[in-house]
């Protein structure tokens, strides 16, 4: 198994290795997808333990984590998505990072910027936040889009370019960011440019009655004390966990199912742009991570229609006038799983062997 690196700093000499935030860049254990998901597993029912009925999101997260993506949390206050990121960053041995995005946040507040020493009388590099393994971006629509935009570089190149010198980030770097959909008062719409830089977006939503009356009963039980999970892998082995998800095949006919999905948003008619060839590359990759979560090594229909409604709904800009109609663009990844024809779940060997 090859170890993964950061492209842009083996092709870009002026990129600076932050070799202290590197954990598990060199001499990762190798994997099999088996083993990834023992530890996924293991992570998933960790992260229950502390956060109720929620196994959906918690699993499409994890994806996005094993996918090497980052992941929008869209939903209302009170509904445990910073305690959801603090857990994950405590489970996977991730440093963790939570910024307050404001109005008046700049981007070396993020980034960083060089300030000057009185006792050298030159100027030295003071890292940002976003140095992190885990960066909470909490209400990221709540700052202007040109600190928005300062994520960009981080989250697409893993690096921060600041003073003609690039500075690669540590290794694995997630952002996971939270938005309040109901609040448009003093806030900035994410531009599509840095939507599509989320490999999904997914939602807590409500407990229902009963898994909420076990909330409080484990609040009640436990007195005043945090819960905190407990670490389950380490970050190499976050890494490891990555890179097994090349070992899963993708039949052809599974890839033109993801395509065919793909190019029916851009023809659609309530859609004004459709989803990215980045949306593509998203799908494949979390539909590989949800067939290593069923304990299988190649993928199938099942799993791409698992995970197209987080990985695409967000990439697409609908027509004005459906706003007004509450249309969203997972309601038309759905329509569109229900049209597209599916192909036979019979054949996903890469050789064409029925498994």
């Known amino acids: 198994m090859t170890t993964p690196q950061n492209p842009s700093a083996a092709q870009n000499p002026a990129t600076t290795p932050d070799a202290s935030t590197a954990p598990g860049s060199q001499g990762l254990p190798a ?43 869209e939903d209302l206050p009170g509904l445990g998505k910073t305690l959801l990121a603090r857990s994950f960053a405590r489970t996977l041995g991730l440093r963790f990072t939570r910024v307050q995005f404001t109005p ?46 300062a994520l960009l570089e981080a989250m697409e190149e893993r690096q921060v370019s600041a003073d003609g010198v690039t500075r690669a980030l540590p290794a694995p770097f997630v952002v996971l960011a939270t938005e ?27 407990l229902t009655a009963e898994l909420e009356a076990d909330m409080v009963r484990r609040r009640l039980d436990r007195g005043a004390e945090r819960p905190v ?55 494949t990759q979390l539909a590989r991570g949800a067939a290593v979560l069923a304990g299988r090594d190649y993928v199938t229909p099942e799993d791409v229609q698992q995970v197209a409604v ?38 996903f060997d890469r050789s064409g062997v029925a498994r």
């Open 31 to 73: 994997l099999s997808p088996e083993q990834t998901r023992e530890r996924a597993l293991a992570v998933l029912a960790e992260m229950e333990r502390v956060i109720v009925g929620k196994r959906g999101p918690l699993t499409l997260v994890l994806l996005g984590i094993l996918a090497d993506g980052h992941v929008l949390l």
């Open 104 to 149: 008046d946040l700049l981007p070396q507040d993020l980034t960083g910027a060089s300030i000057y020493h009185q006792k050298t009388g030159e100027f030295a590099f003071q890292q940002g936040p976003v140095f992190t393994q885990l960066l909470l971006a909490d209400e990221i629509n709540r700052t202007p889009p040109k600190t928005q935009a």
């Open 229 to 283: 999970p407990n670490q389950v892998v380490e970050p190499a082995e976050l890494l490891a966990m990555s890179a097994s998800l090349e070992q899963v095949e993708v039949h052809d006919d599974v890839l033109a199912y993801v395509v065919a999905l793909v190019q029916a948003t851009r023809e659609h008619p309530k859609a004004q742009v459709g989803a990215s060839p980045r949306g593509t590359l998203a799908v």
């Open 180 to 206: 309040n959909p109901i609040e448009y008062e003093g806030t900035y719409p994410l531009p599509e440019a840095q939507l599509d830089r989320f490999v999904l977006r997914t939602r807590l939503g409500y």
């Open 310 to 347: 987080a990985a695409l709904g967000h990439r697409l800009v609908l027509r004005p006038e459906l706003w007004v109609r509450r249309v969203s663009g997972e309601d038309v990844i759905t329509e569109l799983l229900g049209r597209v024809p599916t192909p036979s779940t019979r054949i």
